[in-house]
């Protein structure tokens, strides 16, 4: 069974050995931690700041999905722009061998799950690059759609442009119809 729980500075190293070149890099969103390839003390860096306090107090909130005791994914959530009634989905990546089993839907889910009922967003928003069609279809899959909030965007990645979506889910759409088990942990 899938549960999610917060990020501990030992999940790092699985983390980040799953980042094994540069277009998995990049299609996580690696770019915003410098440059490839990233380690755990980078991501631990960045999550937890210099000092072991996170960059951006209450503000900034990593999950680790694990099923039994194994590490299989990982994502943040953020408030969009510091607005508590929108939060960001980022950096969502599942173990390469669990890929294509339903982890990352299931991830994700409890992550919406969480989102609504614990943090009491409206509206929850992820981007995805046009390129990385499986991940596309993992977000549209459980409810994403189109945004109405964030336009599209090219981003040059070395010499090339990909396009990111930008997709979203309301409140309103995540609790039509649906009752999920809530599975949190310390």
């Not at 995805?128 to 599209?152: M, Q, W």
Request: hydrophobic share 35%; with cysteine; glycine share 10%.
């Amino acid at each position: 069974m899938l549960r999610l729980r917060p990020y501990k500075p030992c999940d790092a190293d699985k983390i980040t050995s799953w980042i094994k070149d540069e277009k998995t890099f990049f299609l996580w969103g690696g770019e915003r931690f410098g440059s490839y390839p990233v380690t755990g003390e980078t991501m631990n860096a960045k999550y937890l700041g210099a000092n072991g306090d996170c960059e951006e107090p209450d503000n900034f909130y990593p999950m680790t999905a694990c099923d039994g005791d194994a590490v299989v994914g990982h994502f943040i959530m953020r408030y969009l722009q510091g607005n508590p009634k929108i939060l960001r989905f980022g950096w969502v990546i599942v173990d390469a061998e669990k890929r294509g089993k339903g982890y990352g839907r299931e991830m994700l889910r409890l992550g919406l799950d969480y989102a609504f009922r614990v943090l009491k967003v409206e509206t929850v928003t992820i981007g995805v690059f046009e390129n990385n069609p499986s991940a596309y279809h993992c977000y549209t899959s459980i409810g994403f759609r189109k945004s109405s909030l964030l336009p599209d965007v090219v981003k040059q990645i070395g010499s090339e442009q990909w396009k990111l979506a930008e997709l979203e889910m309301t409140e309103k759409e995540y609790f039509s119809g649906r009752k999920n088990p809530v599975r949190y942990s310390e």
